[in-house]
Nanobody
Framework: QVQLVESGGGLVQPGGSLRLSCTASGFTFRLYVMSWYRQAPGKERELVARIPRAGLSTNYADAVKGRFTISRDNAKNTVYLQMNSLKPEDTAVYYC?????????WGKGTPVTVSS
C-alpha cells in the first residue's frame, strides 16, 4: 500500500518557478530520508536534493544549489521542492524517493519542461 504521489510539474518559461509536492502514504514518513531525483531525455537519473527525516540539513546537486529548496512537513507526509530561476537544462521528469535502510520507494514522476 506504499504510495508516493508527485504533483506540481508542468511547462514554465526560463527564469520562472514551480513547486513540486510529493505526498506519501503506507509507511512511517517521518522515519525516511526523502529525496528528489530527475531524469532528462537521454540522460541518467540524478539526485537533485535530499532532506533527512528531522529536516535539520539538506543536500543539493551543484547544478541546482542556490535555486532549488527542499523541505518536508512530517505532519502532512509531504516533501516539497521549490524550484526558482528555472533553466532549460532543468527539463526532466522529477521523481520522489523515500529511503530507510533496505526500504526504497519511488513515485511515478512528474514532468517539468522549461521552455520559451
Amino acid at each position: 500500500q506504499v504510495q508516493l504521489v508527485e504533483s506540481g510539474g508542468g511547462l514554465v518559461q526560463p527564469g520562472g518557478s514551480l513547486r513540486l509536492s510529493c505526498t506519501a502514504s503506507g509507511f512511517t514518513f517521518r522515519l525516511y530520508v526523502m529525496s528528489w531525483y530527475r531524469q532528462a531525455p537521454g540522460k541518467e537519473r540524478e539526485l537533485v536534493a535530499r532532506i533527512p527525516r528531522a529536516g535539520l540539513s539538506t543536500n543539493y546537486a551543484d547544478a541546482v544549489k542556490g535555486r532549488f529548496t527542499i523541505s518536508r512537513d512530517n505532519a502532512k507526509n509531504t516533501v516539497y521542492l521549490q524550484m526558482n530561476s528555472l533553466k532549460p537544462e532543468d527539463t526532466a521528469v522529477y521523481y520522489c524517493n523515500a529511503r530507510m535502510g533496505v526500504m526504497d520507494y519511488w513515485g511515478k514522476g512528474t514532468p517539468v519542461t522549461v521552455s520559451s
